[in-house]
């Protein structure tokens, strides 16, 4: 997201709001601050001005000089920093939204940094015109074939993949073109401001795990019929809509500002091999329920985390993926165990502490960490060596006692060497990505492509020294 500092006039959204001048920043990082001039205040019938009491306003109305342009915002969410200085959660820029009812749009476009080497369809082909007799090149060909939009439906609309392009020249010294997918989301009906970002964050995750590293958002843009394009005089033009770009934080602190172009090389589940556009409609779909999970597993990619966090974040991601797709996992049918827990209550335990009893029993019949670790790598079969090493005995056994000595915090636990959480980590990280994509798309005869280049970019080696280490096994020859 495009970072900004402007001037303008800011008001509360109401007929008795005085506009008070100041400055609006954003940086896509840091998030936006408001600083005003004079505090924000309303003017009653009889002229007074007064403060509305409270520390955070839902909205805040502005005029900016943005670009050139004169464009209304909203402040969405702003908390309060001191009588003139708020910090707004969200920035619609381009139309005003009192309330969250009003804060409604039928489409959203999303554009995602690594969304061009995810989606990896080429368009430019390039002819060069040999040298003769050692002479320079004389002429070069390029051609740019866009191309076409691919789309699929989900349970509430529509999503595409489109692709755009720009040209910049400087006059008889070079010339530039570029182009670049989008992800477009029309929705069957009025869909509210927190459904988009939803949406928008679900895109950001898929990419996220299929790229390898935490992709970042380039922009938002929602849009509705009623909010059309405007001529300078205010008229509307028949048929546009005016995109309403959405602008926050979206970021984690202390990210770099620039990073490393990626490559398509460098992408582990390619669109297409995932299932394309398809495969993204049943995301959509399906990651709403375990949204909790995936943010879990994606702090894997996180650039600011202790080690001991990335690594009970991933197992945790990994016990509640199992849970919710792979099924709860239960030792006896629910009946049959509730009938032996009664049994021991009221033969064993005395009612002092059936409460203790009943806390205890909750999770006894489910499927613990062994069970369910297993149950992972079954699904990958003789790949998932390549991915936790030749001892899947072991590798269940490191996870389970770094996780155990992890979760309890007593003086007398075992310390681990944090790049040895972290091989581990990296290792469960990529199991519970595969046996997650499986389920929404996947298809299985790509898992060894897929399976091949994450062991290109790991040292199995080194994961395996780290399990023995871990699990306090004798070093391997």
């Known amino acids: 997201m495009q970072a900004f500092d402007s001037t303008g006039e800011f008001w509360l959204p109401s007929p ?3 506009k008070r001048y100041g400055r609006l920043v954003f940086d896509p990082i840091e998030g936006a601050t408001l600083t005003l001039a004079d505090p924000l205040v309303e003017r009653r019938a009889n002229g007074e001005e007064y403060e509305k009491e409270g520390g955070q306003r839902s909205r805040i109305f502005g005029v900016i000089d943005h670009g050139g342009v004169s464009e209304p915002v909203t402040l969405i969410d702003s908390v309060q920093n001191n009588r003139r200085k708020y910090r707004p959660n969200f920035l619609l820029v381009g139309g005003h939204f009192e309330t969250d009812e ?3 749009f039928e489409s959203v476009i999303v554009r995602l940094r690594d969304a061009a080497p995810w989606v990896n369809r080429k368009a430019i082909t390039v002819e060069v015109d040999s040298a003769v007799e050692g002479m320079d090149r004389r002429q070069v060909v390029c051609r740019l074939d866009m191309p076409g939009e691919n789309q699929a439906r989900f349970s509430r609309g529509e999503i595409t993949v489109v692709f755009h392009w720009s040209r910049d020249d400087a006059e008889l010294e070079s010339f530039k073109v570029t182009y670049w997918p989008e992800f477009v989301i029309e ?16 895109l950001n995750s898929l990419s996220s795990l299929c790229v390898d590293r935490a992709d970042a958002f380039i922009s938002l843009r929602a849009y509705r019929k009623d909010f059309p394009e405007v001529s300078i005089n205010g008229e509307p033009f028949y048929n546009t809509r005016r995109p309403i770009e959405l602008k926050a934080r979206m970021q984690e602190p202390g990210r770099q500002r620039e990073v490393r172009a990626l490559s398509s090389h460098d992408v582990i589940v390619p669109l297409e091999e995932f299932g394309g556009v398809q495969a993204i409609a049943t995301w959509l779909d399906c990651v709403p329920a375990i949204t909790p999970i995936v943010g879990s597993l994606l702090t894997m990619r996180a650039q600011s985390i202790y080690s001991e966090n990335r690594f009970l974040n991933v197992a945790s991601a990994t016990e509640g993926l199992h849970r919710a797709l792979i099924g709860g996992g239960e030792y006896m049918p629910t009946k049959e165990f509730d009938k032996l827990r ?26 613990n960490l062994d069970r369910r670790l297993r149950d992972l790598v079954a699904e990958l079969g003789d790949l998932s060596g390549y991915l936790v090493g030749s001892n899947v005995d072991s590798w269940v056994a490191a996870v389970k006692k770094a996780r155990n000595n992890l979760t309890h915090l007593d003086e007398s636990r075992r310390k681990f060497d944090g790049a040895d959480l972290y091989w581990l980590a990296e290792s469960l990280f990529n199991v519970t990505r595969l046996c997650l994509l499986l389920r929404a798309g996947l298809e299985k005869q790509g898992l060894p492509k897929i399976v091949q280049r994450i062991h290109g970019w790991s040292d199995v080696g080194r994961l395996e020294r780290a399990v023995d280490r871990i699990a306090g096994l004798p070093p391997r020859e």
């Open 102 to 104: 009003e804060t409604a």
């Open 16 to 18: 008795h709001g005085v």
């Open 342 to 367: 009664r049994a021991i209550r009221s033969q064993l335990i005395p009612d002092v502490h059936r409460t203790w009893f009943n806390n205890l029993m909750v999770h006894a019949n489910d499927f």
């Open 187 to 202: 929705y069957d009906k009025m869909t509210s401001l927190a459904e988009i970002i939803e949406d928008a964050g679900h």
